[in-house]
């Protein structure tokens, strides 16, 4: 439905205290002091960003309740008392932090429930390994909208070594299932700049066709809205076949459809991105599944 004046005048509100504020604010949520210090020097200590580090739900609610407005959130899911995931619940059900970017970074083995759940509510996932810092660097960078290139030269090296990580598009092959070709030829420009090769199909029952062809495909995009079979049905018949069951399907929801995130993620997909497709947050996403 079309936004009322008043949300109108909040986004812009908001839009524009962000802008006009020098320094951005982050929140770490973990329970492990040596992680926490760790995200501090990784993050912070440039002087344009601020971090409030705390070691509990309860504590984090409490400087989301009475300190100036955040700009992102740094959430660890192992945590005392109320978990991280109680925690994200509560949070995204207050209207005044609805909006707040939260990325998980986490050691623990999500199920496939556990990463459903989580999917409603956090823009990102990060699993802790060797190369997470650079990639949570990365994805606060994004949400924080540091500039790259007013980073200190060792922070600019890492996001330099993790794009240029993008040697891991280089020969990745992607099908893209979507019946809009504008679409189809957006997107398969901006792979196709990036080093990987691209395949489409235009409509669900030709994405499985497709697949089961080329059982060497590395990731799928997945428009939603197709006429007869539609993403989220054909996203399911895909993960009933064994070959497929963990392959990585990015979900392509129209921005105004609430209900498109929480159906894409059910039905088995890997993760989702609104229309019209922001490159940088694809990109993004993509190193992360074609990581994994």
């Keep these: 439905k079309p936004a009322s004046l008043e ?20 929140l770490v949520v973990d329970d492990d002091e040596t992680q926490r210090q760790s995200i501090i020097d990784l993050v912070g200590s440039d002087g344009d960003v601020e ?26 899911l192992k945590l005392p008392k109320m978990t991280g995931f109680d925690l994200l619940e509560k949070v995204k059900g207050d209207e005044r932090f609805r909006h707040l970017p939260v990325i998980v970074y986490t050691g623990k083995e999500l199920t496939r429930r556990e990463e459903t759940k989580l999917k409603r509510y956090a823009e990102t996932i990060v699993i802790k390994d060797a190369r997470s810092p650079e990639r949570l660097l990365d994805e606060t960078s994004l949400f924080l909208h540091r500039v790259e290139s007013k ?20 020969g990745r092959k992607v099908l893209i299932v979507d019946d809009d070709v504008r679409n189809v030829f957006a997107l398969t ?42 993403g989220y049905e054909t996203t399911e018949a895909i993960r009933k076949l064994p070959a497929f069951e963990k392959l990585p399907i990015i979900a392509l929801t129209a921005k105004a459809m609430k209900g498109d995130r929480e159906r894409s993620i059910a039905s088995g997909a890997s993760d989702y991105i609104t229309k019209p497709v922001d490159t940088d947050r694809l990109l993004s996403l993509l190193r992360v599944w074609l990581y994994q």
């Excluded at 971090?51 to 660890?76: H, K, Q, T, W």
């Excluded at 200190?152 to 993790?162: S, V």
């Design 7 to 26: 949300e109108l005048q909040r986004v812009f509100g908001e839009i524009e205290s962000f802008i006009e504020r020098d320094v951005r604010r982050l």
């Design 51 to 76: 971090i409030v580090a705390v070691g509990s739900s309860e504590a984090a609610l409490a400087a989301l309740e009475n300190s100036a407005a955040f700009d992102c959130m740094v959430l660890d």
């Design 151 to 170: 980073l200190p030269l060792e922070k600019r090296r890492m996001l330099e070594q993790l794009h240029n990580a993008d040697s891991i598009f280089v």
């Design 189 to 230: 420009s901006m792979l196709e700049a990036n080093g990987m090769d691209v395949i489409f199909a235009e409509n669900g029952r030709d994405g499985i066709d497709c697949l089961t062809a080329n059982p060497d495909v590395d990731l799928v995009l997945m428009d939603v809205m197709m006429p007869e079979l539609d």
